[in-house]
T-cell receptor, first 114, second 112 residues
Framework: AQSVAQPEDQVNVAEGNPLTVKCTYSVSGNPYLFWYVQYPNRGLQFLLKYITGDNLVKGSYGFEAEFNKSQTSFHLKKPSALVSDSALYFCAVRDEGGSYIPTFGRGTSLIVHP | IAGITQAPTSQILAAGRRMTLRCTQDMRHNAMYWYRQDLGLGLRLIHYSNTAGTTGKGEVPDGYSVSRANTDDFPLTLASAVPSQTSVYFC???????????FGSGTQLSVL
């Protein structure tokens, strides 16, 4: 079975400060991990993914994510937050085999204050 | 480039009525998915299709049906709508199963 947890419903950060949105996962094999962003009244957009290789993955809009196998985490990060980064962020995971269908977390609302 | 088109954008429906949500993609993606998004519950998979002619049940399939007669279209039907089906519905696709998803803009459905 595969599952993903986003422990924070909301993250608040000041513009210009670094941000982190947390994600932990559980799979039986090797994980395929994804981050998506949802702006108001829009569908989700792909940000980045981890399949294998470097533990630090770079994605769209200056975001990056760090894969930590021992902590089963895949936290989303950005060195300097922008007000326009305010949105809902979803982590997703799928097992290396299985159904190939990702399981999504419940989402974390990121609010960047001017 | 349209990507994924969902229709209608929003709908208010009387309980007991039948409703079909439409989804069309122009990317020739093999896999398609229907999710519902509810506050506090995130995204939950309703049905999916790995390729034209095949469908499968997701996490919350009861009360919903799908068909995949061709690559481009993946309609979702509510045979007899109930208030608990009030939600935002998203259609998504991926080039192949397991790859990143592309999402439509969603359908806001209210069942009264």
């Amino acid at each position: 079975a595969q599952s993903v947890a986003q422990p924070e419903d909301q993250v608040n950060v000041a513009e210009g400060n670094p941000l982190t949105v947390k994600c932990t996962y559980s799979v039986s094999g090797n994980p395929y991990l994804f981050w998506y962003v949802q702006y108001p009244n829009r569908g989700l957009q792909f940000l980045l993914k981890y399949i294998t290789g470097d533990n630090l993955v770079k994605g769209s809009y200056g975001f990056e994510a760090e894969f930590n196998k021992s902590q089963t985490s895949f936290h989303l990060k950005k060195p300097s937050a922008l007000v326009s980064d305010s949105a809902l962020y979803f982590c997703a995971v799928r097992d290396e085999g299985g159904s190939y269908i990702p399981t999504f977390g419940r989402g974390t609302s990121l609010i960047v204050h001017p | 480039i349209a990507g994924i088109t969902q229709a209608p954008t929003s709908q208010i429906l009387a309980a007991g009525r039948r409703m079909t949500l439409r989804c069309t993609q122009d990317m020739r993606h093999n896999a398609m998915y229907w999710y519902r998004q509810d506050l506090g519950l995130g995204l939950r998979l309703i049905h999916y299709s790995n390729t034209a002619g095949t469908t499968g049940k997701g996490e919350v399939p009861d009360g919903y049906s799908v068909s995949r007669a061709n690559t481009d279209d993946f309609p979702l039907t509510l045979a007899s709508a109930v208030p608990s089906q009030t939600s935002v519905y998203f259609c998504a696709s991926s080039a192949r199963r397991g790859e990143k998803l592309f999402f439509g803009s969603g359908t806001q459905l209210s069942v009264l």
